[in-house]
């Protein structure tokens, strides 16, 4: 079984489309987060959520929206994608302080 | 922004060879944490450190942690080709994890 489990893990679309992705983590935890991985490899928290409360909300722009329908869920929407959105998004979650997080395999998004 | 930086941001070894890499952070921490990235693959969590602790061993892995200098080092000892990755450290506060650069290890057969 997939602990954090992200759809679609390749994601092509043109620059101006709206896209989703999806991520589901069976683990029970009460937090989850995206990250964005650029080209040189740096990651970048986006958001977080604990409890489908967001508590962390970096500075990206408003085209990029969360939603969390239950602790077991965090989807990322992006509104009008534009050529620097590509990248790749991890989404991750996590328990507490005290215990490591656990990634998705990441949803590589080329935008087009 | 990046919290942590990492040192070198590449290293190439031998087979057999220790691996040793370094990561310096700014800010409070309640742990700090490594993780491995496979070419084309998520992060996978290594091991992690609390703030009050100074040193952690994992199989052939041995993690120190400095807070008053604000470092932490990477050790993988007699390493494997399999361990060719990126190495991530990570400093977590309240459930806030800022990654650093990363450190490109290459271990020749």
């Known amino acids: 079984d997939t602990a954090v489990s992200q759809t679609p893990k390749y994601l092509v679309t043109q620059m101006g489309n709206d896209k989703s992705i999806k991520c589901e983590q069976n683990?029970?935890?009460?937090?989850m987060y995206w990250y964005k991985q650029d080209s040189k490899k740096f990651l970048k928290i986006m958001f977080s959520y604990n409890n489908k409360e967001l508590i962390i909300n970096e500075t990206v722009p408003n085209r990029f929206s969360p939603k969390s329908p239950d602790k077991a869920h965090l989807n990322l929407h992006i509104n009008s994608l534009e050529l620097g959105d590509s990248a790749v998004y991890f989404c991750?979650?996590?328990?507490?302080?005290?215990?490591?997080?656990?990634f998705g395999s990441g949803t590589r998004l080329t935008v087009v | 922004s990046q919290q942590g930086e990492e040192d070198p941001q590449a290293l190439s070894i031998q087979e057999g060879e220790n691996a040793t890499m370094n990561c310096s952070y700014k800010?409070?921490?309640?742990?700090l944490q490594w993780y491995r990235q496979n070419s084309g693959r998520g992060l996978v969590h290594l091991i992690l450190i609390r703030s009050n602790e100074r040193e952690k061993h994992s199989g052939r892995l041995r993690v120190t942690l400095d807070t008053s200098k604000k470092s932490s080092s990477l050790l993988i000892t007699a390493s494997r080709a399999a361990d060719t990755a990126s190495y991530f450290c990570a400093t977590d506060y309240n459930n806030d994890m800022r990654f650093g650069a990363g450190t490109r290890l290459t271990v020749k057969p």
């Open positions: 991750a979650s996590s328990q507490s302080v005290h215990y490591g997080y656990t």
């Open positions: 683990l029970g935890h009460d937090t």
């Open positions: 800010t409070s921490i309640n742990n």
